[in-house]
């Protein structure tokens, strides 16, 4: 039960990325974190003719940072349109269900933050994502104003990287099912509690 409820409520995104991040080293090989707080870490990657599809979206390439954020949402749904039958996590639904007795395949927003980012350092490392840089992941909530919610962020280039910031993002995927454009919007407005059923 306690495994059950604690379903984004930490914010340890940050350690697991300094943790497995030195395991990003191709896109044939990297890892993913599912099973809720990623109590399951497992190694994958995607094979030479899924990697030429995600480069595909970024060509050509985009002139401004808002045309890149929308492809960088196209990547990131194909990456777990990939990855997700390799890794179990093909199922995965929308949101993280707190009472949650079957976690095996499914993912929080602990788990998403660390996936998202993972294919964010991918992109930017190969030159793919050029006007923005991968952000800590950020976190919001304390149980009192909020339930507590983690996400992966990206800056614009040149700007501050400040919350209240224009250049700061976030790119939430944990809102949709395995395979779904993620939400890229300003972080200050996520802070405040932002989600995509409010519009």
Not at 64 to 83: C, P
Not at 132 to 141: D, E, F, I, N, Y
Request: charged residues 20%; contains cysteine; hydrophobic residues 40%.
């Amino acid at each position: 039960m306690v495994l059950c409820l604690a379903a984004c409520t930490g914010n340890p995104t940050e350690a697991l990325l300094k943790k497995n991040h030195q395991d990003v080293i191709l896109p044939g090989d990297f890892g993913i974190c599912k099973g809720y707080g990623c109590r399951r870490y497992v190694k994958t990657g995607l094979a030479p003719e899924e990697w030429r599809q995600i480069e595909n979206i970024f060509v050509p390439a985009p002139v401004t940072a808002e045309a890149e954020r929308q492809m960088i949402r196209q990547a990131i749904a194909l990456f777990e349109r990939f990855v997700g039958p390799k890794t179990g996590t093909d199922q995965d639904a929308a949101r993280a269900v707190i009472l949650n007795f079957s976690t095996k395949g499914q993912m929080d927003c602990i788990d998403e933050a660390f996936n998202s980012s993972t294919y964010l350092h991918l992109l930017r490392k190969a030159g793919l994502v050029r006007f923005h840089a991968l952000g800590a992941p950020l976190h919001r909530g304390n149980y009192i104003t909020r339930w507590p919610h983690n996400t992966a962020t990206i800056h614009v280039m040149g700007q501050p990287r400040t919350i209240k910031g224009e250049g700061h993002f976030v790119v939430d995927s944990w809102f949709h099912k395995n395979g779904d454009m993620p939400e890229i919007i300003p972080a200050a407005q996520w802070a405040e509690g932002w989600s995509p059923d409010q519009e």
